[in-house]
């Protein structure tokens, strides 16, 4: 899917650079054009990798995080065998003292 996402994004950077050399680049002297339709065509197909690398990231990022969040919950239930971490309650002063506890420590640091 990603080389097929790859594929689509450099023929549509090759698609804006034509339609850019046709619009821009004829009215350019006749010694630039050559320059400038080549550097065009670099830049689009650029950009348009470029986009697609970004669209494929969030897939990427979903899965590494899911990855992790998989294996801290595999953690947790070797630790904690049948502690249902979701439903528990915490008391307020629990956490109180736990603040507490965790200013003395850093004070010892």
């Known amino acids: ?11 549509a950077g090759i698609v804006i650079a034509t339609f850019v050399n046709f619009v821009i680049v004829n009215n350019i002297e006749e010694t630039q054009k050559v320059v400038m339709r080549i550097l065009s065509y670099i830049v689009c197909i650029l950009l348009s990798t470029s986009f ?50 965790l200013q003395n420590i850093r004070k010892c640091i």
């Open 52 to 101: 697609l690398f970004f669209a494929t990231l969030r897939k990427t990022v979903d899965d590494f995080l899911n990855k992790k969040i998989s294996y801290i919950e595999k953690n947790i239930n070797e630790l904690l065998p049948g502690y249902d971490i979701m439903n528990a309650g915490i008391d307020v002063s629990d956490f109180s003292n736990m603040l507490i506890e």
């Open 1 to 11: 899917m990603t080389s097929f996402l790859i594929v689509i994004g450099i023929m």
